[in-house]
């Protein structure tokens, strides 16, 4: 079947370190993934998007690496903070041909502990 | 920028009646319009997609006839659940999207049915 999985369903790490969440896909040949933040109770915020010619791409303390042959992307906090705690997705558009209506992942809720 | 608003925020009605959710783009034209549902600690599920002027398209499971869309405007969409029960309690989510890739996600709206 046809899905999304993000590796687990919670991670829990000390401030400073680097958080590292894995979305794996089957089945699909996106040309670009997304990566979200969902606080509780909030709709989720854009964070980065990478294409699949892009082995990597980074805003601030994030990184996000695409593998289109593992089918799977890593998404990276560096020296994370507790404010950094959310459920982040990733989330794609499963057509070639652009349909924009996104798969989303399960989610990891991250907990970055003080 | 790329702002997208939700009313209401939360909402809860009595079984067996309608309730219109507000979704508009504050600062641009929105080319397409999403909804997405969630159900607590699940992800989000792609009910519908609608465009301006034109019949929403409808996934797999969604009852049309229960879950009403008009996208009325460039900058508006609305959802009406009617008939609502119980079942129909989750939180529901809109995006838009606009000329680019990228979808811009209102902040939720709770629906609770008694």
């Known amino acids: 079947s046809q899905k999304i999985e993000q590796n687990s369903e919670a991670l829990n790490i000390q401030e400073g370190k680097t958080a590292t969440l894995t979305c794996n896909y089957t089945n699909y040949s996106p040309a670009y993934l997304q990566w979200y933040r969902q606080d509780p109770g909030r709709g989720p915020v854009f964070l980065l998007l990478i294409r699949e010619n892009e082995k990597e791409k980074r805003k601030e303390r994030l990184k996000v690496t695409f593998d289109t042959t593992l089918k799977q992307s890593l998404f990276h906090i560096t020296a994370s903070q507790p404010a950094d705690s959310a459920t982040y997705l990733c989330a794609l558009d499963p057509t070639t041909s652009g349909t924009y209506k996104y798969i989303f992942g399960t989610g990891t809720r991250l907990k970055v502990l003080a | 920028g790329a702002v997208v608003s939700q009313h209401p925020s939360w909402v809860i009605c009595k079984s067996g009646t309608s309730v219109k959710i507000e979704c508009r783009s504050l600062?641009?034209?929105?080319?397409?319009m999403f909804w997405y549902r969630q159900f607590p600690k699940q992800s989000l599920m792609l009910m519908a997609t609608s465009n301006e002027g034109s019949k929403a398209t409808y996934e797999q499971g969604v009852e049309k006839d229960k879950f009403l869309i008009n996208h009325a405007s460039l900058t508006l969409s609305t959802l009406t659940v009617t008939s609502a029960h119980p079942e129909d309690s989750s939180f529901y989510i809109c995006s838009a999207r606009d000329t680019s890739i990228k979808q811009y996600f209102g902040p939720g709206t709770r629906l609770t049915v008694t």
């Open positions: 600062d641009f034209q929105a080319t397409t």
